[in-house]
């Protein structure tokens, strides 16, 4: 059966059992952004070490003519202001995950999801590129560092090339494209891990240079 981008990943075993350790002194935000129904609440549940918090509705009639459904028809269900779940880094540091709504008439809380980010994570569905467009655009307006991670489905589609999706997408060569299943836990970790390497390659000269080697 094919996979559908609205698809609820199911809860890591350690999700609603992780307390927050009594350590921990730092807090790191990323947001997780992209087009409707690309499967941004499926990545933050596929990985949080808590149950998510989700602010998934019904859909209802009151979308009709304003949400774009084509290439999600089966989905039942749209979240209306964010997804939050969290990752221990270590003792010390937590990662905190926000995925932003998708429809357009929700765009105007990014905004806000965006401060004091670290970086953010763009997901994209290769049948939809062009609903990409707009969380690149905020997020050069913001100048927030980013990484592109395309969300594959099942499915009898040709599937395109990284290549093919970093020109589709104008992408720069410095920033980093990787392919993913949101709905599997260690490959929505290998995509935050590469945001962090990403990070870290931005704001460490020595990093850098080393990567330039």
């Not at 020595?206 to 330039?212: R, S």
Request: charged share 25%; net charge negative.
């Amino acid at each position: 059966m094919d996979s559908k981008p609205s698809d609820r990943a199911p809860a890591p075993a350690t999700a609603g059992g992780v307390p927050l350790r009594s350590s921990v002194r730092d807090a790191l935000k990323i947001v997780i952004v992209g087009g409707f129904g690309v499967g941004k609440t499926t990545m933050v549940g596929s990985i949080s070490e808590i149950r998510p918090l989700s602010t998934e509705e019904v859909m209802t009639k009151a979308g009709v003519g304003i949400d774009d459904p084509s290439g999600v028809d089966d989905k039942r269900t749209t979240t209306v202001a964010f997804d939050f779940g969290r990752i221990s880094l270590d003792a010390h540091r937590v990662l905190y995950l926000f995925g932003a709504p998708g429809q357009q008439r929700f765009w105007f809380i990014w905004d806000q999801l965006f401060s004091g980010s670290l970086g953010a994570v763009v997901l994209v569905d290769t049948r939809r590129l062009e609903e990409s467009f707009y969380p690149l655009d905020r997020l050069e307006h913001h100048k927030m560092p980013f990484v592109v991670a395309v969300n594959r489905f099942e499915g009898p589609e040709p599937r395109p090339s990284l290549d093919l999706v970093r020109d589709a997408l104008s992408l720069p060569d410095g920033v980093p494209l990787v392919d993913c299943d949101a709905r599997q836990r260690e490959s929505s970790k290998s995509v935050l891990i590469t945001l962090v390497r990403h990070l870290t390659t931005l704001h460490d000269p020595a990093a850098l240079q080393e990567a330039a080697q």
